[in-house]
């Protein structure tokens, strides 16, 4: 069960990874006062961030061997 969660928290770290590229780039729009503007980068940090909590959360989650 806990590798399982681990699974999870990894697949959703590399989704906020490529969410984070998409507005770093301009390409998603969603939620952002200035939809001209070229680069999200608050957006883009904020994903990066979720990115390495997911990973962080995903290290505590997995069933550690000795």
Known sequence: MRDRL?????????AF?????LYYEGVLQIAV??????HHTTHAI???VLAVAS???ANFA???TV
């Open 55 to 57: 990973l962080i959360a």
């Open 33 to 38: 006062s200035d939809s001209h503007a070229a």
């Open 6 to 14: 681990a699974v999870v928290l990894v697949i959703l770290a590399v």
């Open 62 to 64: 997995r069933v550690k």
């Open 46 to 48: 904020l994903f990066a």
């Open 17 to 21: 990874v490529v969410i984070a590229g």
